[in-house]
């Protein structure tokens, strides 16, 4: 699996995560609902996927948001090795 490529994705559809902006006490917030068809695509190993045309909208740049589930960071991790590549900026 080449960088990039995630074999099962669950791409959100329209009205399935509830996206929002807003701001408290004077700065930006970004908010993502999640429904419990959400958390049950994410316990099955499906991450989801929100549009660049969806970010753009909330926040002025193309972008994509992967929202992925596991029960340990260190899980995570390991499934995440496929999409590292030198390139990659891990935040912790």
């Known amino acids: 699996m080449g960088p990039g490529v995630y074999p099962r994705v669950y791409v959100k559809r329209r009205n399935v995560v509830v996206k929002f902006s807003s701001s408290v006490n004077g700065k930006p917030v970004i908010g993502l609902g999640l429904s419990e068809t959400n958390i049950n695509k994410l316990r099955e190993g499906m991450p ?13 740049v193309e972008c994509s948001i992967m929202i992925m589930y596991g029960r340990t960071e260190k899980e995570i991790t390991k499934t995440l090795e496929p999409l590292i590549t030198p390139e990659t900026d891990i935040i912790t």
Not at 48 to 55: A, K, P, R, V, Y
């Open 48 to 60: 989801i996927l929100i549009s660049t045309e969806d970010m753009k909208k909330l926040l002025g």
